[in-house]
């Protein structure tokens, strides 16, 4: 019979281990750019038991965090091109709202499912080859609404670029954000793809924007998970600081990381978890 | 945009930051206050069950709970943080006299206020 002194000691790694892997998910996302939610998702209902409804709720709290902690930062940078973020609210921020409603409606099983084929999907989106192919005319939207930029490349000097392709843009961004509603994360993969593979938008403005829009986009339906009651701030709360303190530390550290060695241990990590994901998915 | 509305924005996100220190600090608080190191605090989360925020609140200020209060607040606050940068984001290209931008902005605003909605009515 294990006595009470070993209980507390064996209930407190449990409180640690959540915090503990709340700060390297934020390491790790704001190192990579993505990442946070599926780690905290994916540690919650793997690790801990958690039902993946909470762990969802959960995550949409740490994505939210992380992004306005840093959003400062993107804008700095002169780099995100906020008028295309606002833009692109508009999909991300429907698809969240419609993303909610359909997950009072889908059950945990597919929602394990579903975990599990866009943490395989990310994983391959992250080992693809990404090369700039920049749109040499503006889209008759892009025109309109004036959302090509330019910014400072450190080797290449002013790069001026062109926006392609909005509406199809704008359908993917509806996609992320009723993926970020139903799984818990930030779906800046989809960001990514839609803006530097569609859109032709060069791959730092890309990667500015999307962590820019990430908050948003969780926002859309985290505010309906809290008032709903899903949020629950005995997960929540130890989960947000704890990416706090992880995004902090990666920020202050990343120019010393080897980020592309990171990144493919992150691939490895990712792929497992997915078809751990799956595997819970079909016992259910 | 203007320089100065860059700048602008800029001051917005940096608001961002301090709000997140905010609501950080409501939520530590709040978790530590209520950290219960005798009882597994993620088994009674194991299967899902719906309890709408209302009810909880509402249990909190009976048995005068304010710690749990704090946790919400801090929650509430993290996520009204980019609803925040959304509606002065609108309202900065009202003043720049961008009016479409401004609507676009707006419509993210509403469909964000919606969500608040979406929640308490299905709660």
């Known amino acids: 019979m294990t006595s009470p002194q070993d209980r507390t000691k064996h209930l407190s790694m449990q409180h640690l281990t959540l915090v503990g892997i709340s700060v ?239 990144r493919k241990i992150f691939v490895v990590v990712l792929f497992v978890m997915s078809i751990q994901m799956i595997a819970k998915g079909l016992q259910l | 945009m203007s320089t100065k509305t860059e700048i602008l924005e800029i001051r917005i996100s940096l608001f961002l930051r301090y709000g997140v220190l905010v609501a950080g600090a409501l939520m530590l608080v709040g978790w530590l206050a209520n950290l219960d190191l005798g009882n597994n605090p993620f088994a009674q989360f194991s299967q899902y069950h719906e309890l709408p925020l209302f009810q909880v609140i509402a249990t909190a200020i009976e048995k005068r709970d304010f710690t749990v209060l704090l946790s919400y607040a801090g929650l509430f606050c993290l996520i009204s943080l980019p609803i925040i940068r959304v509606l002065l984001t609108a309202v900065l290209f009202l003043k720049e006299r961008q009016f479409v931008m401004a609507a676009l902005a707006s419509f993210v605003f509403g469909a964000l206020i919606l969500s608040f909605a979406l929640g308490f009515h299905i709660g």
């Open chain 1, 24 to 262: 390297f998910a934020g390491f790790l996302g704001s190192l990579l750019g993505l990442g946070g939610g599926i780690i905290v998702v994916a540690t919650l209902t793997l690790l801990l038991g958690v039902d993946i409804r909470f762990a969802v709720a959960a995550s949409l709290i740490s994505v939210v965090a992380t992004s306005s902690g840093a959003a400062a930062s993107y804008l700095k940078d002169h780099i995100t091109n906020l008028r295309l973020a606002v833009v692109l609210e508009v999909g991300t921020v429907t698809g969240a709202l419609v993303g909610f409603l359909i997950s009072k409606e889908i059950s945990s099983s597919g929602l394990f499912l579903l975990f599990g084929a866009v943490l395989m999907f990310s994983t391959v989106m992250m080992l693809r080859k990404r090369t700039d192919h920049l749109a040499v005319v503006n889209h008759p939207w892009a025109e309109y609404l004036q959302l090509d930029g330019k910014f400072k490349d450190h080797r290449l000097g002013s790069i001026v670029y062109k926006v392609a392709r909005v509406p199809a843009g704008l359908a993917i961004m509806f996609i992320a954000g009723v993926l970020s509603a139903l799984l818990g994360i930030g779906s800046g993969v989809f960001k990514v793809l839609a803006m530097d593979g569609l859109m032709k938008v060069p791959m730092k403005v890309s990667s500015a924007t999307s962590n820019f829009m990430i908050g948003v986009t969780a926002a859309g339906s985290a505010g309906a998970y809290l008032l709903s009651g899903d949020i629950r701030p005995e997960i929540a709360c130890p989960v947000a600081l704890g990416i706090i303190a992880g995004s902090w530390i990666g920020a202050a550290l990343m120019p010393k990381l080897p980020a592309d060695v990171i």
